[in-house]
């Protein structure tokens, strides 16, 4: 593992807070500002060389007991390409309580005084004035970029009073901050313009319908550009506690059921759990589909035409195609396990008939295509939460992370979120 280079030195005038100013960041060096983001699990640009890396904006919080500021590095690629990604800065001063941060961007040095410029969320006193921030909402504008938080009906009422905060620890591409017993704040490091699915699903969900099986939205954070696009930063929801993932739970409680001899018959526990997640999924079909297009045109049903049928079928060929030329070029490299040769071997030879099963099987559909809806997109185990009281709740409506966001927001068949699902049940039962 290579070892994490020394943080630069950021020199400037008393307090150490004008450390936060946009002229004392964009002084940081671009090689300084990457390698601050390759030690970051949530940057996605690991393995590229980027042509350029820099502080784009940063908002200040003048907060009374806190000050601090919300950073946007951007990050662009030869190719054209630029990704941006949010950074909530804090300083801290050398010896003081909460001791050495982990994410250090910068040491600073100012006229009179030592201390570190750091990721802002390891700080209690920031975390608790995001709670704040959140109940009451509150605006930041500097230079006509403005950082805006709302909560969203009543749910965070009371969330500035908890004290006890904490980020959790496995940090993905996204940081997680939980608040008590009562509320989780997730905050987007990687930023898109436009409308975010989880955010905007879970709106939908929590103001416009009856389905209580998903975590209710009680607040937003959002960053407003000069341009006019608006990018969501955070979305506050309610915490489970006692809840785990259903993928580990049905790891769990099957494994007795898989590991039984042949000539045994145990009961299956997880026959209840997969007919109860169907009402769940079914219902929250419904509830996705429950909107007319003249009350909300984003979460209107749409007729299934031949043209969006056979669209979905030649995305399908295309991937079928990419997989099998991938085992192909194994296959000629010898580069799989001997044991599975044989079997690879037969999958290759078979490429026409999978190409041709998958047009039959659009073929075969006839007129009756039934409705494109609003729907998970990335729906499996992983994605619900077995909860304290043995139920389940959905999460995480982003769809695929990887596919552009306006393929993310389209409608789509109800049954894709069902096979989805039904590909995690094989996974989960698989040796």
């Known amino acids: 593992m290579t070892a994490t280079a020394a943080p630069p030195t950021l020199r400037v005038h008393d307090p150490l807070e ?10 940081l060096r671009q090689d300084e500002l990457l390698a601050f983001l390759q030690h970051r699990r949530w940057f996605g640009a690991k393995g590229r060389t980027p042509s350029s890396v820099r502080i784009a904006t940063a908002v200040p919080l003048r907060w009374e007991t806190l000050r601090a500021t919300i950073a946007v590095i951007e990050v662009a690629f030869g190719s054209g390409r630029i990704e941006r990604y949010q950074l909530p800065l804090a300083v801290r001063r050398e010896g003081a309580e909460g001791g050495e941060p982990r994410a250090v961007l910068a040491r600073v040095e100012s006229d009179r005084e030592r201390g570190v410029l750091f990721d ?3 700080d209690a006193t920031f975390r608790r004035q995001l709670a704040a921030a959140l109940e009451h909402s509150a605006t930041f504008e500097d230079r006509g970029t403005r950082w805006v938080a709302e909560p969203v009906g009543e749910g965070a009422t009371g969330l500035g009073a908890i004290v006890d ?6 940090e993905q591409s996204n940081t997680s901050i939980i608040f008590g017993d009562r509320a989780i704040l997730k905050v987007f490091r990687r930023l898109e313009a436009g409308e975010n699915p989880d955010v905007e699903i879970s709106r939908f969900l929590t103001l416009h319908t ?3 099986n998903a975590p209710p939205l009680l607040g937003t954070l959002r960053l407003e550009a000069t341009d006019g696009t608006s990018s969501v930063t955070g979305m506050l929801q309610q915490f489970l506690p006692g809840s785990s993932d259903a993928w580990r739970s049905t790891l769990g409680s099957s494994r007795p059921f898989f590991a039984a001899p042949a000539d045994q018959q145990p009961a299956n526990p997880f026959r209840a759990d997969a007919e109860r997640l169907g009402t769940i999924t079914r219902e929250l079909h419904e509830a996705l589909a429950s909107r007319p297009a003249h009350e909300d045109p984003a979460f209107a049903p749409v007729p299934i035409t031949p043209a969006d049928l056979e669209r979905w079928s030649a995305a399908v060929r295309h991937m079928a195609e990419d997989a099998l030329a991938l085992l192909h070029d194994r296959l000629v490299a010898r580069a799989l396990p001997p044991n599975r040769m044989p079997e690879a071997t ?8 999978y190409l041709a099963h998958i047009s039959a099987m659009g073929a075969g559909l006839g007129g009756a295509l039934g409705e494109r809806i609003r729907h998970h997109g990335d729906y499996h185990l992983g994605q619900v939460l077995r909860t304290a009281d043995g139920d389940f709740m959905v999460i995480d409506f982003e769809g695929e992370p990887a596919r552009p966001l306006a393929e993310r927001r389209a409608p789509h068949s109800p049954l894709r979120d069902v096979a989805g699902m039904l590909r995690s049940f094989a996974y989960a039962a698989a040796p």
């Open 165 to 170: 905060t904490k980020v959790v620890a496995s």
């Open 18 to 27: 004008a450390a936060l100013a946009i002229e004392a960041l964009t002084s």
């Open 210 to 212: 009856d389905f209580r």
């Open 120 to 122: 802002a969320t390891e």
């Open 346 to 353: 037969i999958v290759a030879r078979r490429r026409e008939d």
